[in-house]
């Protein structure tokens, strides 16, 4: 759990600086391309990860009611 919280931090903390490098203009139309990937690629993977968290407390409720 450990290794997926910080996974998971050090991807926003990326993400943030990729974005704001992308607002600013810094980086190329390929690199644009990469960033707005990347992304929507986080956004999957956290919506998955929240679906698995909520998967998790369904089932512990379920089994100490």
């Known amino acids: 759990m ?4 910080i ?3 050090l991807f ?6 990729l974005n704001s ?3 600013r203009g810094m ?3 390929d690199a644009n391309k990469a960033v707005a990937g990347l992304a929507t ?3 999957w993977f956290l919506y998955g990860l929240l679906l698995l968290g909520a998967a ?3 089932v512990l409720i379920y089994q100490g009611a």
């Open 2 to 5: 450990k290794f997926v919280l």
């Open 7 to 9: 996974f998971f931090f």
């Open 12 to 17: 926003i903390f990326v993400s943030m600086l």
């Open 21 to 23: 490098s992308r607002k």
């Open 27 to 29: 980086l190329g139309e």
């Open 41 to 43: 690629a986080m956004r």
């Open 56 to 58: 998790v407390c369904a």
